[in-house]
């Protein structure tokens, strides 16, 4: 072993105190750090999930348009004086050219027509207004997993019966309803149908379950009085939601209709989440600094207390890198080991986590281990301490040998 | 006779608080096997001489050569090279590594100079400590010896690299009489029996005066050889 090395594990061991007081710093910043990150990661994850059960990546749709001058002119640029809503039907033109359009995106990996309409629920006497979404089964699941929330029946029995409905388990609760009870829906166009449950679904959003509905998407558009090529929405799944709005830009200026992402229209979680990931990154950046400065102090007490050595290997020959490798050496070990310790608790706090309850929609906590996170702080943790080290022994390396021999 | 070491012309400066010429127009030689003492009052620049002598302080005018070498006016990385190899040192106080037993001491030079394997290494500082009477100290902490056999390992310290010179300040000032007379003895042993040169700056007259060669300075000039 080299002697500088030697020298540092000498220092290193016959302080034991400091030693111990250096890594458990470490380990605590560490181990912080990386459990605060993997929460975030977790937190992001479970709201996402719950916005993606109703919200599509990107939603294609026909956006209303105020009325414009047919003729530009400089002179007087407002010809209508008062602009109103064109009387246009809100519904993609062409859906079957749109849709291959966008399949054939690269980006795209579903796209699934959809159609909305508002609707009214009767029972006997009672009567609730909702929302009941024209799909096309099976693509509609890939979206937006829809089987994981059915409570009751199933989602492949829609396929097969055309007058079939799922309803969320709010409307089925206030009307008295189960699987194979009849309900009556009434359109805006006034169309009447009485049709089939086969099944019942349970976002736990009340919000949702209590308005919300699924029908076949010739359904939807026969009580709306419309032909086949009615649609309202396209939805468009991406490989990485992180990646929705640039793409949904490019769709917009490929399809000519807007496409709006997830993260638009969820800007209030989306911002939410953002000012958690800059909170938790500022703290859990900072436990870890402070760990560094830990061991910043005690490389410098270690330098103070080893004046006298620092002079004589210099005085016998070592030279300024020597002596940099060994304070350098003594920080990293204290580093290393801190860094090793807290990836270990870290695990271990994550395991106890993973098992607490925590109820409603999110279940159990949303923790899991992050391999990004713990490179992440593994890294960050091991540069800190370099640095904490290195200005300390960039110190010791400038000892003036002669100034302390004199004496 | 051959010459280890040689200075022309140094001259050194303190510029703080005033400025004050501490050494004028020192030259002389140093030649192998010559036991050296420079004597003086406080003050008189002797301690400041050695320590450029050491090439640990570079801020003087004037040419120094060690080992037929020009060192003046290296970077101080080859100085500190130099130092390893060429000259061993002794203080007033004997600064060992506390934390390290005494043979581990003595061979750190020589594991930074890497010139032999650890075991040789091993060997040959029990070898120096063998020659300084301390075999049987040899795995004993540092700062568990007394006085004088802490000075003494220093010493074998100083030999492990078969150093050129080896330079004492004041490598008695600390010891009793008793003491002093073994170091002195080891010291006149090494000049004699393995033609060591030795330069020691010493405060005490009858070191200097059993020794071969005084140079006595002051006020920043060479008295008497």
């Known amino acids: 072993m080299n002697i500088n090395y030697k020298i540092a594990k000498t220092y290193i061991f016959s302080n034991k105190k400091l030693t111990a007081v250096g890594v458990l710093g470490v380990l605590l910043g560490m181990s912080v750090y990386i459990f605060m990150n993997s929460l975030m990661v977790g937190f992001d994850r479970t709201s996402n999930t719950t916005v993606f059960k109703n919200t599509a990546h990107i939603r294609v749709y026909k956006d209303d348009e105020i009325s414009k001058p047919l003729i530009k002119d400089s002179i007087a640029p407002y010809l ?45 006497k009672s009567q609730i207004s909702g929302t009941a979404i024209g799909i096309i089964p099976e693509e509609a699941n890939n979206m937006f997993d829809i089987k994981s929330t059915m409570v009751e029946g199933h989602l492949d029995h829609l396929i097969h019966n055309p007058n079939g409905i799922i309803i969320g388990s709010g409307v089925a609760e206030k009307m008295n309803l189960t699987t194979g009870d009849n309900i009556n829906l009434t359109s805006s166009k006034g169309i009447n149908r009485t049709l089939k449950i086969i099944g019942i679904f349970k976002t736990n959003n009340y919000n949702i379950d209590k308005i919300k509905s699924y029908i076949n998407m010739p359904l939807a558009q026969q009580i709306l009085k419309e032909g086949n090529t009615y649609i309202t929405d396209i939805n468009v799944k991406v490989a990485d939601p992180e990646t929705a709005e640039p793409i949904a830009a490019h769709l917009t200026e490929l399809t000519g209709y807007n496409a709006e992402s997830w993260q638009k229209s969820n800007e209030t979680i989306v911002a939410a989440g953002r000012m958690r990931k800059i909170i938790i990154s500022f703290v859990s950046f900072t436990i870890l600094l402070i760990a560094g400065f830990g061991i910043y102090n005690i490389l410098n007490m270690t330098v103070s207390q080893k004046i006298n050595d620092i002079a004589i290997l210099k005085a016998m020959g070592f030279k300024g890198n020597d002596v940099v490798r060994i304070f350098v050496t003594q920080a990293v070990s204290i580093g290393v080991m801190g860094v090793i310790g807290g990836v270990a608790m870290a695990t271990v706090v994550i395991t106890l986590l993973k098992k607490v309850y925590i109820g409603g929609d999110i279940g159990y906590f949303p923790i899991n281990y992050e391999s990004t996170k713990y490179l992440q702080g593994i890294i960050i943790g091991l540069v800190i301490t370099f640095f904490a080290g290195y200005i300390p022994a960039k110190k010791a390396a400038n000892v003036d040998p002669v100034e302390i021999l004199r004496r | 006779m051959k010459t280890v070491l ?147 390992v220093a010493i074998a310290r100083a030999l492990i690299n078969d150093p050129c010179i080896i330079m004492g300040d004041e490598p008695t000032g600390n010891l009793d009489s008793k003491n002093s007379n073994i170091v002195f003895d080891i010291f006149q042993n090494l000049t004699r029996e393995f033609g060591q040169t030795i330069i020691a700056v010493t405060h005490d007259e009858d070191f200097a005066h059993r020794s071969d060669r005084i140079i006595e300075m002051k006020d920043g000039n060479i008295l008497a050889h």
């Not at chain 1, 359009?101 to 009767?122: G, M, R, S």
């Not at chain 2, 080992?67 to 101080?76: E, K, N, R, S």
């Not at chain 2, 750190?108 to 049987?136: M, Q, V």
């Open chain 1, 80 to 124: 209508i004086i008062n602009p109103k809503i064109v009387p246009k039907i809100n519904t993609i033109i062409n859906p079957k050219k749109i849709l291959q359009i966008l399949k054939n995106d690269e980006n795209v990996v579903i796209a699934t027509p959809q159609v909305n309409t508002n609707v009214f629920y009767n029972n006997g």
């Open chain 2, 6 to 152: 040689k200075t022309e012309k140094i001259d050194k400066y303190f510029h703080d608080p005033v400025e004050f010429q501490v050494l004028k127009d020192i030259s002389f030689d140093v030649n192998r096997g010559e036991f050296l003492s420079m004597i003086g009052k406080s003050g008189s620049g002797k301690s400041t001489l050695l320590y450029i002598l050491s090439t640990m302080d570079t801020e003087y005018s004037g040419q120094l050569h060690i080992d037929g070498q020009l060192v003046t006016g290296l970077p101080i990385d080859s100085l500190a090279e130099i130092r390893n190899e060429k000259i061993g040192f002794v203080f007033q106080f004997h600064y060992l590594l506390p934390e390290f037993t005494c043979l581990q001491n003595v061979m750190i030079p020589a594991l930074k100079l890497g010139k032999y394997s650890e075991e040789e290494i091993e060997h040959k500082a029990f070898e120096k400590l063998k020659i300084l009477g301390l075999e049987d100290q040899a795995l004993k902490s540092a700062n568990k010896l007394s006085g004088g056999q802490q000075q003494r």
